[in-house]
């Protein structure tokens, strides 16, 4: 598609709606790209909100039928940012109609959905998919997979991953986050869908076993929603009459597991850490040094060189902003100008944008493929916690 436009159509216009709205109006302001990304259509439930987000974000049709949406010829990319149980019929539907396809994370609310995106995907030739694992493009989380992959860390003895949030108090309603049906997990799949991730993308090694997990829900019930949140996590949300309804997904998630380095690994993901709003971090321990990010300080990344006399050693905290040395940097601004949360969207629509016009994009950008392994991860750990147990990846291998 290079010297072409890229015309897409994004479904969802909530939280994701708007950051992935933002990322491809800015994408091509900022980078080179080989290709136009063009706000063609954007697709939502509710007409009357929907014009107001179209006008406001520059879209260029606004349309309350997905279906008819992704039948238009001229779009060339689908971008699904619905709750996760709505994203396997959605992304068959545009994967059989010639689209390529995005979609948030996790890849779904089930296994099996999942695994029938990704069977699904490796039959649409012509197809490439993505999914929005936007912390990878965090630059220091970037900078830590290239410092790894440079044999920096050497063999890697320990991974601590943890995501921390602290929203979800008791005065929160029933948000579609809290629903099984929806979301197929609380703060597993929306959290620990991410660490994950992040985890195997720095370290390079798949998780091949959950040794042990707990899973517990904190808050068994709460006050029904009248209306869903406007954009943000839960934010606007507004609560019945006190009505209640039963919360059916974990409040947190805790599991351990092997890498397949030999590595041993943790995993947190909670949403009542009180007192870290988006605590979303990583430590790893190797032969050669360490490395440490977490997204409350999301410019720097922290390495320690044990090469170095140690008379000196200790940890360097990087400023990981310096073009072109450090990931994305060349595209934004001076060093320690650092970037923020939406510029995780706005480099990965850049690399999406990348790939569709041939080129290579700054780091790896996952496909249905590669996001299905993490969806696998996120099944193993539920089983054990459910059935308290070791659970093996290789259990789980079905096709
Ligand atoms: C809510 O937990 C959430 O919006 C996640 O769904 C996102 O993936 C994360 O980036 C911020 O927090």
């Known amino acids: 598609m290079a010297g072409q436009s890229i015309n897409v159509c994004l479904i969802g216009q909530k939280f994701m709606g708007r950051a992935h709205s933002n990322a491809y109006l800015k994408a091509g302001k900022f980078f080179d790209l080989p290709a136009e990304l063009v706000m063609d259509t954007i697709v939502a439930r509710n007409r009357a909100e ?3 987000f179209a006008k406001r974000w520059g879209w260029k049709n606004a349309s309350i039928d997905w279906r008819e949406a992704i039948k238009n010829p001229l779009i060339n990319l689908v971008d699904v940012t619905t709750p996760n149980n709505k994203h396997r019929e959605i992304v068959i539907a545009a994967l059989e109609a010639g689209k390529h396809v995005a979609c948030e994370k996790p890849l779904a609310a089930t296994l099996e959905d999942a695994r029938i995106m990704r069977d699904a995907a ?3 030739k012509k197809s490439k998919t993505f999914v929005w694992y936007s912390y990878r493009r965090v630059p220091a989380v970037a900078l830590a997979h290239r ?3 440079e044999g920096r860390i050497g063999k890697i003895y320990h991974v601590r991953a943890y995501y921390l949030q602290d929203w979800a108090g008791p005065n929160v309603p029933l948000v579609w986050r809290f629903s099984k049906e929806q979301a197929g997990s609380g703060s597993h799949g929306d959290l620990g869908a991410h660490i994950i991730d992040m985890a195997r993308f720095i370290t390079g090694e798949e998780i091949t076993e959950v040794i042990g997990a707990a899973q517990d829900t904190f808050i068994k019930e709460r006050t029904l929603v009248t209306e869903e949140s406007k954009g943000g996590i839960s934010g606007g949300a507004t609560a019945g009459s006190g009505k209640k309804g039963k919360v059916s997904v974990d409040d947190h998630t805790t599991f351990l597991a092997r890498m397949s380095g030999g590595a041993i690994a943790t995993f947190e993901a909670t949403r009542f850490a009180t007192g870290y709003h988006n605590k979303n971090g990583l430590e790893i321990h190797g032969e050669k040094g360490a490395l440490r990010f977490n997204f409350e300080d999301m410019p720097y990344l922290d390495f320690f060189d044990r090469s170095v006399d140690s008379k000196l050693a200790g940890w360097t905290r990087i400023p990981a902003s310096r073009a072109p040395e ?3 940097a060349s595209a934004w601004w001076p060093t320690a100008h650092h970037q923020g949360y939406e510029h995780t969207f706005i480099n990965m629509a850049a690399d999406i944008c990348r790939v569709l016009g041939g080129e290579q994009p700054e780091v790896p950008i996952p496909d249905f493929e590669d ?3 993490t969806q696998e ?3 193993a750990a539920t089983i054990s916690a459910t059935e308290r147990r070791g659970v093996k ?7």
């Open 50 to 52: 929907l014009d107001v």
């Open 122 to 124: 490796k039959k649409a």
């Open 147 to 149: 410092l790894v992959k």
């Open 326 to 328: 450090h990931p994305y």
């Open 371 to 373: 996001a299905y392994k």
């Open 377 to 379: 991860v996120l099944e």
């Open 393 to 399: 990846i290789s259990e789980l291998r079905r096709g």
